[in-house]
């Protein structure tokens, strides 16, 4: 751990001293083809076509001096990749220690930055075991503990981010979904590791164990953060080439099936469509739940205990009509769970653990999931800890593929936290006060009714609040065709929401918002503070007496009107590829604006 920092010091400024001689070098070759190009991505796409080429020409040629005069050198080659991040010169020190000898493969350098991250993240792992240990601080040691969950996570999503990229035959690069899934998985790794990071922010007594978590996660942050913009950007030029080596293998998403304006997204199968469809009266249920003692289980959490681990098959659980006062979690070894109840007002999965009742806002959620491909049908889900607990999570969802479907959500602060990956939430209704719908994750609120509470004297409310960090992350809140409404009165000044993170992205669209909500629209997350102006705040084509632009908030990153082909990007179909995996659930859905 230590030789490696020191030769990682070592190499500082390296990029620094040759940056202007390779820049001279390629400008002759690039200047007929492109007139107006960054530096960095002028560099890239010349040299993964001198790859390209000098890898065809290896397989035709015997001499191994022609062939070296068409290929790169592996210093090229990786200070190209390199390039497109942050940090080029941590990116650069760090693969060059760790490729082998030859190695200029793009795909095969971002597949190495990525176990570089994995090396580093697994390094400090035992940490917040071993602190909380040594903790008697009953608040610190549970931020802790979150911190173990949130990173053993972090592993296993760079594990299977890994694996993603050794399943392609011939070496080649993922296929368009894959790439997809490798974007949202490593923006779900920095989520993660921020998470840890969120939970000392709640107290005032743990600066010394922050600085801790923070140092150690540092490299792993920084080197997630590289293999993120790598994703971003060399997968993605390479997929605009026309070069035969690597194109035949880059499929692209198939149209999603559509019925009319609505239609189902592609990410969910039939079956699972005929279960969202499908009146609960004609479905095959796996597990039945019933207070009354007339199904296989008492409670939702006995019947979650008998989910199979790490299943690839739909499991169905029934729930019946009752008030199920219970904390569920559903954990990542416990994938495509299927919860469906007799309504969202008949079926009330209910809580009340509370940051003001001792518990971290992370453990709060009344329902938690992580496990992959999670859906829910017709049940309401609440924290009855009311507004002077201050934090108080009804629902967390870190599921990717996750769907809600004529669900609720009741709560004040931090109602429904879309914690991390891909999720859809279909013709729901959500309840709150300050923050009640955050997250870091890429999701989208279709037809759902949107209900502000009245919240603590003194105290205003705010709808959402965005936490991306990383600028290259693929997420962000997208709310279309929804209605923002009081429920009951409400007096508090109300916004649409604040950004959480510098790099926080929201948009609503085609919505219609009442007259609560504050001629400025937005807040500020520090008070008379602009946010940084890397955010990214949108509004489109929305409706009602809250919906006026002409006194609205003037942010840099803040854009009252976005256009057509700003707005279609946050869609289902773009924005969380819903036309690949929601088709198959069942949920109607609106693919496009």
Known sequence: ??????????????????????????????????????????????????????????????????????????????????????DPSTCFTSLSLAADPGTVDPKQLFQLSMKIALRELSNVSALPGLLAAKENNTMIKKVLEDCQETI????????????????????????QDKVDDLKTWLSSVLTNMETCLDGFDELTSASKEKEMMQLALRNSTLLTSNSLAIANKIITILQHFNIPLHRRLLGFPSKPSSDGATGFPAWVSSKDRKLLQDNSSTISFDIVVAQDGTGNERSIAEAINKVPLQSTKRFVIRVK?????????????????????????????????????????????????????????????ENTAGPEKHQAVAVR????H????????????????????????????????????FGNAAV????????VRQPMTNQQNTVTAQGRTDCGQNTGISVLGCQI????????????????????????????????????????????????????????????????????????????AIDDAMAEKYTVGSFIQGGEWLSDTGVQFTLGL
Not at 321 to 342: H, S, T
Request: hydrophobic share 40%; charged share 20%; net charge positive.
């Open 1 to 86: 751990m230590n030789s490696f920092k020191d030769k990682i010091n070592s190499f500082k400024g390296y990029d620094r001293v040759t940056a202007e001689q390779e820049r001279l070098q390629y400008r002759k070759k690039a200047r007929k083809r492109f007139a107006i190009i960054a530096i960095s991505s002028l560099l890239l796409i010349i040299i993964i076509v001198a790859a390209v080429v000098g890898t065809a020409a290896s397989r035709k040629k015997d001499s191994s001096s022609s062939t070296s005069s068409n290929m790169m050198s592996q210093t090229d080659a990786i200070k190209a990749v390199c390039s497109v991040t942050q």
């Open 152 to 175: 053993d996570t972090a592993i296993d999503l760079l594990n299977s981010s890994i694996t993603a990229t050794q399943k392609n035959a011939g070496g080649d690069i993922p296929s």
């Open 321 to 381: 009509a009752g008030k199920y006062i219970e904390n569920v979690v559903i954990d990542k070894k416990r994938q495509n769970v299927m919860l469906i109840g007799d309504g969202m007002g008949a079926t009330i999965i209910s809580g009340s653990l509370s940051f003001g009742g001792g518990s971290t806002t992370f453990r709060s959620a009344t329902f938690a999931v992580t496990g992959s491909g999670f859906m829910a049908k017709d049940i309401g889900f």
């Open 397 to 400: 969802v870190g599921s990717d």
């Open 402 to 437: 996750a769907v809600f479907y004529n669900c609720r959500f009741d709560g004040y602060q931090d109602t429904l936290y879309a914690h991390s990956n891909r999720q859809f939430y279909r013709g729901c209704t959500i309840s709150g006060t300050i923050d009640f719908i």
């Open 444 to 451: 989208v609120f279709q037809s759902c009714n949107i209900l």
């Open 485 to 560: 409404a009081a429920d009951k009165t409400v007096t508090a000044p109300t916004y649409l929401g604040r950004p959480w993170k510098p790099c926080a992205v929201t948009v609503i669209m085609k919505t219609e918002i009442g007259g609560l909500v504050s001629p400025a629209g937005w807040l500020e997350w520090v008070p008379k503070t602009p946010p940084a102006a890397t955010i990214f705040y949108g509004e489109y084509q929305n409706t009602g007496a809250g919906a006026g632009i002409g006194q609205r908030v003037n942010w840099t990153g803040y854009y009252p």
